[in-house]
C-alpha cells in the first residue's frame, strides 16, 4: 500500500490559461510544453486503514495549506472511499513560485497513489486524472515535447516529440522565491470574467498550437521562439488587462527579457517564456546554453539560474 512517483515540472511554450469546466478543471484552450529534466518532484503515498485523517509532509514539513488538494487528488485516483494516507512530497527547486511545482507535484502524487494501490492505469488516464487536479500536471505524465488537446469531454496527450531528436535546454532564471499572490485557479477565473482580451486569447490559440506544431516538427528554432514568445505575452497580457490587474512580473523580470533580446541579437538561438510568477526560462539550443546562462546570471536581480535538459515523464521509483 505505499508507491513512490518522480515527475519534472514542464513548461509551456503554448500556454493555457482560462478553464472551460471549473469543475471537472478542463482547459479552455490546448497547450504544448517541454518537461525539464534535472527539477523533479518526488513523492510518496503510504495509504494505511490505521490512519484518522490524510498527512502531507512537504520536504519534510507538515502542510496544511496544500493537504485539501493533494487529499482531493488521492479521492480522484482511488474513490472517495479510500484509505487515509501519508503524503510525502520533496522537490530540488522552490515551490509555488511559477515553477510549475504544481504540474510535478500533481503529476508525481498522481501516480504513486495508482502504484500505491496497484491500479494499472494507462498513461491516458493518468494524464486526465492528474490534469483534473492541475491543468498543467497532465502534462508532466510524457517527457521531451508534448501537445494537450482539449477533446469533446475531456483532455487528450499527444507526444510530439522525443527528448534525443531535438535536445532543447532550458536556463531558469529566479528573480524571487517567495510563493504568489494569486494562485492560477483564481486568477484564471479572474481573466475570464474580466479580461476584455480573453475572448481573442481564446480564439487565437487554436493557430498558436497549429504554428508551434509545424516548428517542432521542422525542428525550426526560429519559428517556434516567435510563436512562443507572442503566445506568452499575449497571455500575460489578459492578465494585465484583467481587473483587478495581474502582473507576476518584477523589474529583474524585464531585464531578463532585454538579456534575452540582446543575445538574440548576437545571433544566439534562445527565447523566453514566463508563467504565473516572475521567473524567466529561456529556452536555447545546447551550443548556446552556456552563454544564455552565463549572461541571465550576471543580470541584476537574478537571484538564482538552474539549467535544465528536457526530461521524461512520470514514472514510479523505488523510494524518496
Ligand atoms: C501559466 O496548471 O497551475 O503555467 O489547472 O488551475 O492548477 P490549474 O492551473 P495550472 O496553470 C498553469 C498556467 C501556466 C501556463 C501553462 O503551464 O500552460
Redesign the pocket.
Known sequence: MQATAIAQP???L????G?RDLDR?L?AVG?I?ITLSELQTKVSVELSDELSDDVLLVNGDENQAMLPRMSSCLDKVLGQNRPHAIIQSHSNFPIAA?L?S??SA?AATTVAAAGASNLSLGMQDLARLA?A?????A?SLYGGFVE?KNADDSITLTPLCDVDSWPLQVVVAITETGPKAT??????EISRETSPFYSNWISQQEHDLEVARRAIERRDFAQLATIAEHNCLK?HSVMWASRPPMVFWNAATMRCLQTVRRLQGEGREVFFT????PQVKAVCSPADVEAVSQALSETSGVQEIMTSCLGSGARLVESL
Do not use: Q
Not at 14 to 17: A, D, F, G
Open positions: 514542464n513548461i509551456a503554448i500556454k493555457y490559461w478553464k478543471n482547459p497547450s510544453s511559477g510549475a504544481s504540474a500533481f490534469g487536479s492541475s491543468g498543467s500536471a502534462r494537450l494562485g492560477s485557479t483564481e486568477a484564471m497571455m514566463i508563467d504565473a510568477g
